[in-house]
Every structure is written in C-alpha cells, then in structure tokens.
C-alpha cells in the first residue's frame, strides 16, 4: 500500500472523518439515526452517491470549464440522487417511506460536493473512488454506531426493523439486549442525538490525545554491542 492510498484510507474513516472531524451532514446524522437499521440504510445511499460522484467527477474534470464546474457537480450529484431514490423506492420502500425526505436532502450533504471539489477533480479515477468510497464509509459507521447506540438506549434493541433494508427473512435479527425494557425517550430524540454525536466527538479526541502521547514517548535505550561488556562490568 502506497502512502498516497494509506492516507486516502486514514482521512476518510478516521483523521479527516466526515462527520467527526468535518462535522458535516450533521441534519440526516442527528434526523435519522434513531436505529441502527435507518443509520445503515441512509449510509450506504451516501456512501454510494459519494463513489458515483467522485468517479463521474473525476472522468469529466478536464472536460469542466472551472467557471461553471459547481453547478455541473452539483447536476450530476442530484442525478445520482434521483436515481437512488427511485432504486430504493422501487426496492426497498418500506425504508425508502421511513427516510422520507433525508433521502433527496442528500444532494445538500456538504461532504459529497467537497469531495467533488477538493479531490475528485484534481485526481484521476481510482485515487478518487478510493476516497469517495472511504468517506462515505467513514460516515456510515457514525452513522451505524450512533443508531445503534441510541436503539440501545432508547428501546434495549439493536437491529430493529431489520426487514426494511434485507427483506422479510431478516424478520428474525431483532436483538432484545436488554429484556422488560421501558425505554429512554430521551435517546431516540433530537437533544440524544445531538449528546450521542458529542460524546463519540469526545471519545475520537482522547483517543487522538492518547495516541499523541504514546507516539511521543521516548524510546528506551539500547546498548550498542561495543558498551555491553563496558556495562556488565560495572
């Protein structure tokens, strides 16, 4: 793995990470994750349009005069868009009716024009699907782990409503972590979102700061084979 792909990989889950680091996207983020299921769902039409519009970017980017090359991104990201929703509609609707309107509101999520700006369209195609791919990763595991998170809390579930994404066999993959559960109502609504998002901002700093730390510890001194007879004998 070359350096140039290792940070690609870096930035995208965790350095430069959509909506830890950037805090982007942060309506569908807080909107939508109240299960596990609706934070996956609308993570992989993100991490998809993301892909798409970084690789239909990338192709065209010497074809764009710079004058009008924002609103050309921002057609093809609608386009894109339009097509997953009619997909997951078509699909998977029960999902697609619970998303409602945060599915078309992911043309506005600021990541996916940024990454068409800064990087698709100064990169050829691979190092861009590359990135779109790991951004749109990196926001769908906030996504999930927030969802998650607040499922647990809120209902003592995880996996609720599995079907809505993986059809009626998934019936069955409803957890019950905690069993006579009352819920937290709290958690589920806007205000535990917003908590849930700040404490996994909290959690990647002290683990950043910890990491820091270690990196700057100093290293323990080795004996060269010259000095050990002049050690041992002391």
């Known amino acids: 793995m070359n ?26 983020l807080l909107a939508v994750t109240t299960t596990l299921i609706n934070g996956l769902g609308l993570g992989l039409a993100t991490m998809l349009t993301l892909i798409l519009s970084n690789t239909t970017v990338s192709l065209i980017r ?5 004058e009008v090359r924002l609103p050309v991104f921002v057609m093809i990201i609608a386009s894109i868009v339009t097509a997953i929703e009619l997909a997951m509609s078509a699909y998977v609707y029960d999902l697609y009716k ?18 068409a700006e800064s990087f698709a369209s ?22 999930v ?27 069955h993959l409803t957890i019950q972590v905690i069993h006579d559960y009352k ?5 589920i609504l ?26 700057a510890r100093p290293e323990p001194s080795l004996l060269t084979e010259a000095e050990i007879p002049a050690a041992s004998g002391r």
Request: proline share 6%; hydrophobic share 55%; charged share 15%.
């Open 3 to 28: 350096t140039d792909t290792a940070k690609i990989i870096q930035d995208g889950l965790w350095k430069n990470n959509p909506a830890l680091v950037q805090i982007l996207g942060l309506c569908p």
């Open 62 to 66: 010497n074809a764009v005069p710079a």
């Open 98 to 115: 619970t998303l409602g309107i945060f599915i078309p509101l992911i043309v506005t999520n600021c990541t996916i024009i940024a990454r």
């Open 122 to 143: 100064k990169h050829p195609l691979l190092p861009s699907m590359l990135d779109g791919f790991m951004m749109g990763l990196g926001f769908l595991l906030v996504l």
């Open 145 to 171: 782990v927030l969802g998650g998170l607040r499922e647990l809390v809120g209902q003592g579930t995880l996996f609720a409503d599995a079907h809505i994404l993986l059809g009626e066999s998934a019936r």
């Open 183 to 187: 819920g937290f109502l709290l958690a």
């Open 190 to 215: 806007p205000p535990g979102a917003f908590i849930g998002l700040g404490l996994l901002i909290a959690l990647k700093f002290h683990i950043d700061k910890y990491i820091k730390i270690w990196r």
